[in-house]
């Protein structure tokens, strides 16, 4: 009997569905607030937690802190009434944001940070943050999110002010020290614009 061939191509049928296929374990992604609030509608009985980042590019400490996000303990959940069952939101922040930040550059743009963001496990729900703002106020005052996570390198004080007076006038309780260290400032450092440098020459 002859062996089988040792190379075949994908069935043409099976082609064909793979952009069904592949979008079907994707997370959803939205790309406005009246988007944002009808997904989180349908996540009742849910804890809303919710990250950001600009992703540009993404690395291992943002995945850290993405899965983290997802993960955390029930006891702190518990001791605020809030359900174990979590549902993640994951921010991209928008394209102003990242040129604002990198001196008119953009590297990679939102649409394609947001393709990877959604891939990784656990995330629900995906929403690009098209504002002409160097902050999370306008997102946190929809009043949407129960948790918001940020990593070891930022605390309350150091947050915006306009995020901390939105914090506070919806309830929005911050959990801090999600992810991995970042060893910022040493060799051992896991950063955005490490992996930049080396892209555009610079490192």
Not at 178 to 183: A, I, N, R
Request: net charge negative; with cysteine; glycine share 8%.
């Amino acid at each position: 009997m002859a062996s089988p061939e040792p190379f075949v191509y994908l069935p043409e049928a099976a082609k064909a569905a793979e952009p069904a296929v592949v979008e079907s374990v994707l997370a959803p992604v939205v790309e406005t607030y009246e988007a944002l609030q009808v997904a989180l509608a349908a996540t009742e009985g849910q804890t809303k937690v919710v990250t950001s980042g600009f992703f540009n590019p993404i690395h291992k400490n943002h995945i850290s802190n993405i899965v983290s996000s997802k993960q955390l303990p029930a006891a702190l959940l518990a001791e605020r009434g809030l359900p174990s069952d979590i549902h993640l939101t994951v921010v991209v922040n928008g394209d102003w944001s990242t040129r604002e930040k990198l001196g008119g550059k953009t590297f990679l743009t939102a649409s394609e940070r947001a393709e990877v963001v959604r891939a990784i496990t656990g995330v629900d729900l995906v929403f690009i943050h098209e504002v002409e703002e160097s902050h999370q106020a306008s997102l946190i005052g929809l009043g949407c999110f129960d948790i918001f996570t940020k990593g070891g390198d930022r605390d309350f004080d150091s947050l915006p002010a306009a995020e901390q007076a939105a914090l506070r006038e919806t309830g929005t309780l911050m959990v801090g020290n999600v992810g991995f260290e970042k060893y910022e400032g040493t060799t051992a450092e896991v950063s955005s614009s490490k992996l930049r440098a080396r892209v555009w020459g610079q490192g």
